[in-house]
């Protein structure tokens, strides 16, 4: 069956990195553009980032813009979500979804484009 499995997130200190990576199975990665997003506890769930199956389009949530990096390995089925200079705001869930649309848009940080999600990973940025 269809299948995102996020891995890669921790505890990480103000100004560290981390690499989530979206592992897919049971469909064709190549056909689908990958969303990543994010729910801090008592907030919605919002876009963070999104890359698209063809030419690699890339989209960012402008709080992440500069820090973080969205690419994909459709050999592998696994798209990552790079990190860089973490803030205590990045805390949150972090998920991974999949697009049937295959290219991202500006409006990709809207829930209902993606039928299929990961159970999520926990990110949390501390001192």
């Known amino acids: 069956q269809v299948q995102l499995v996020e891995s890669g997130g921790g505890l990480v200190q103000p100004g560290g990195s981390l690499r989530l990576s979206c592992a897919a199975s049971?469909?064709?990665?190549?056909?689908?553009?990958i969303g990543w997003f994010r729910q801090a506890p008592g907030k919605e769930r919002e876009g963070v980032s999104c890359v698209s199956s063809n030419d690699g389009n890339t989209y960012y949530a402008d709080s992440v813009k500069g820090r973080f990096t969205i690419s994909r390995d459709n050999a592998k089925s696994t798209v990552y979500l790079q990190m860089i200079s973490l803030k205590p705001e990045d805390t949150a869930v972090y998920y991974c979804a999949a697009d049937p649309l295959r290219r991202c848009t500006s409006d990709f940080g809207r829930l209902y484009k993606y039928p299929y999600w990961g159970q999520g990973t926990q990110v949390t940025v501390s001192s």
């Open positions: 049971g469909f064709t990665l190549d056909y689908y553009a």
